[in-house]
């Protein structure tokens, strides 16, 4: 493949980025394929917010997350770049190589924004397979765009509906589950669909887990769905 000479090379330069006494401030400090560079300079991102620069580094090294810090802080770009950056690395790209990540939001609304941010910086260079899972289509419509997604963006309530009833939706390959704005989710009432759409996932999978704020039921969320977490609080400067 034509990627396999530049996957690997990052591979290796992911493995020598030393997290712990690396100092990172900007997206260039950091070994990115040439499609995400393209695509973070083409949106004008060039400096990286604090829980970026926290989470990003941890995250590409395949560590679980879990990462608070407030409304506007930067939280999408937290996981979507380690989303593009693991998956490309991996080659999990095309029709044939199923489902790497699963990014859960709380709302359709949320859902789209994120897919927006998704195809701003990962539309032009990638190659992967995107797919907004929010309902408004025929079940069957979607379950058909389905079986060729590799990274979706999804609500709960719908993408459960689908691991539970569209036979063809394989989550057999899946590399990553993000879960954002966890604290909505849980207050929205989506607890039980998220432990059953949990259930259906592979358990070997790395998981990134993104909220506002710290609750009792996002810590147990987090209790049950991360392995080992690295703990990221951003707080506002005083
Ligand atoms: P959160 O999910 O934490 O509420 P968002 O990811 O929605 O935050 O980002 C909030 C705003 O900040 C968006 O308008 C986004 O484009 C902008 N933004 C995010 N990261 C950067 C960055 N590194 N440099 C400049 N602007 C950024
Ligand atoms: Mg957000």
Do not use: W
């Amino acid at each position: 493949k034509r990627d396999d000479v530049s996957a690997e090379h990052l591979e290796q330069a992911v493995a020598d980025l030393d997290v712990k006494n690396g100092t990172f401030k900007d997206f260039a400090d950091l070994p990115l394929s040439e499609p995400t560079k393209s695509g973070l300079k083409a949106a004008h991102f060039s400096a990286m917010t604090d829980i970026q620069a926290k989470a990003i580094p941890l995250a590409l090294k395949g560590a679980d997350i879990l990462g608070a810090a407030k409304t506007g802080s930067g939280k999408t770009l937290s996981f979507l770049v380690p989303v593009l950056e693991n998956l490309y690395r991996a080659q999990l790209v095309g029709q044939d190589a199923g489902l790497g990540a699963m990014i859960i939001s709380p709302t359709r609304e949320l859902a789209i924004q994120i897919f927006e941010v998704l195809r701003k910086i990962g539309g032009k260079g990638h190659l992967f397979a995107a797919g907004l899972v929010i309902g408004g289509k025929s079940l069957k419509d979607e379950a058909n765009a389905l079986e060729r997604m590799n990274i979706l963006v999804c609500t709960p309530g719908r993408i459960l509906q689908h691991l539970s009833q569209t036979a063809t939706f394989s989550v057999d390959n899946l590399k990553m589950l993000v879960l954002d704005e966890a604290d909505r989710i849980l207050d929205i009432g989506f607890q039980s669909a998220l432990d059953a759409i949990i259930e259906y996932l592979p358990p070997d999978r790395q998981t990134l887990l993104f909220s506002a704020t710290q609750t009792k039921k996002v810590s147990e969320l987090a209790r049950l769905s991360l392995k080992e977490p690295e703990y990221i609080a951003v707080h506002e400067a005083a």
